[in-house]
């Protein structure tokens, strides 16, 4: 996995379980659930790279992600 977030510190955000997660959600919603550490655009930016979640779905302008899918790729992108 390549890591684009090397850099981050923790963010004050309560965590998330990710049973309680939708199955999918969209690039707003990423957004919301990481504190506003990941924003929209920076997931449109690194999908045009192909760097992004890499199961997208589709619906007019909105893009959602597969949760499974978008867990493994930010956990990726996050060193501990």
Do not use: M
Not at 13 to 36: A, C, I, M, Q
Request: proline share 10%; with cysteine; hydrophobic share 35%.
């Amino acid at each position: 996995c390549p890591r684009l977030f090397a850099n981050l510190y923790p963010s004050p955000v309560e965590p998330v379980d990710e049973n309680e997660l939708p199955p999918v959600f969209t690039r707003n919603e990423v957004s919301k659930l990481t504190g506003g550490l990941i924003k929209p655009k920076t997931l449109s930016n690194l999908d045009a790279l192909s760097k992004g979640p890499t199961i997208k779905i589709r619906f007019g302008k909105k893009v959602a992600y597969e949760k499974d899918n978008f867990i493994h790729w930010l956990r990726c992108q996050v060193q501990h």
